[in-house]
């Protein structure tokens, strides 16, 4: 038994088919006689019967148009998944006044590439419907911190060039890996006023979802990283002398221990040079355009 619509107006949230109407300034797209077998589905009307057959065959019936309301990041992704994400800064130079390196030529070398780290790892899914991601990779290029200063900025310094790894469409905020509570700027460099403050969350939680915590450069294999936690000062160094402050660093991937000390110092190689892995906290009102999140090649794109 065959039933014939002559037209459908209005706007149908779901499948769209044959509208002739117009939405804002846009035309969605003609109206067309539409013809549907009543053997073929159990509904009686011609929504109802190409939304069965939709679900039935995976896709559109032959002829139609069928519109496929967007996607939400948070109701389909899981832990570990792949997403692929660029943020909006090509380059980006640290102030003097924040690393230290205000007249050390062997700081020279301090500007990144944001936006080459455009792949991230699901690492926590939040009530509030954002979700946390931490980059796959770690920058290609080092990041110097140096001396008294150096460390006493250490964990803002690491937060503000995280802030260069955000996109305003997708990110809500960022920080980098290992930031906890703690005091951003030290006033001194003693104990009682730039206290050790480690949290390993983020370390016990990408270990947990990744397997590991050590991370490469973009096609490389060198991936130390900042971890962003203050050892203390080192009053005299064994055989280097004095005014040395520790800091955290990360392992390289072949290496996937716990995090390590580095030495900011004032004179010698005690120049930090590591690499930074930035944390992303994303919108809860992202969509998907593509991918499954499953690997590399099938990662979740937003763009």
Request: hydrophobic fraction near 25%; charge should be neutral; aromatic fraction near 8%.
């Amino acid at each position: 038994m065959k039933k014939r619509i002559k037209q459908v107006i209005g706007v149908i949230i779901g499948i769209i088919i044959g509208i002739s109407t117009t939405v804002g300034a846009t035309t969605i797209f003609n109206s067309k006689d539409i013809t549907y077998s009543s053997d073929k589905t159990s509904k009686t009307n011609v929504k109802d019967s190409l939304d069965e057959l939709y679900n039935k065959t995976g896709k559109c019936p032959e002829g139609q148009y069928c519109y496929t309301a967007p996607v939400a990041l948070s109701d389909k992704v899981e832990l570990g998944d792949y997403i692929r994400m660029t943020p909006t800064s090509t380059s980006y130079t640290p102030p003097g006044e924040l690393t230290g390196c205000m007249n050390d030529a062997n700081c020279t070398q301090n500007t990144i590439n944001p936006s080459e780290l455009n792949l991230w790892r699901v690492i926590k899914k939040n009530e509030d419907g954002t979700i946390e991601v931490v980059s796959e990779y770690v920058s290609s290029n080092a990041v110097y911190f140096y001396g008294e200063e150096g460390y006493k900025n250490y964990i803002v310094g690491l937060n503000e060039v995280a802030k260069q790894y955000t996109n305003e469409k997708y990110v809500q905020s960022t920080r980098n890996v290992g930031y906890s509570n703690q005091i951003l700027r030290c006033n001194g460099i003693e104990e009682s006023v730039c206290p050790k403050e480690q949290d390993l969350s983020d370390y016990n939680i990408i270990k947990s979802v990744l397997g590991k915590v050590g991370a490469t450069k973009p096609k490389q294999s060198d991936g130390r990283y900042y971890y962003s936690f203050r050892e203390g000062f080192l009053k005299e160094h064994p055989t280097h002398g004095n005014s040395y402050w520790l800091a955290d660093v990360c392992p390289l991937s072949v290496r996937d221990g716990l995090c390590g000390r580095t030495i900011i110092g004032e004179k010698g190689p005690y120049k930090p040079n590591s690499s930074v892995r930035p944390i992303l906290t994303l919108k809860a009102n992202v969509e998907i355009k593509s991918g499954d999140g499953k690997s590399v090649d099938t990662a979740y794109t937003l763009e």
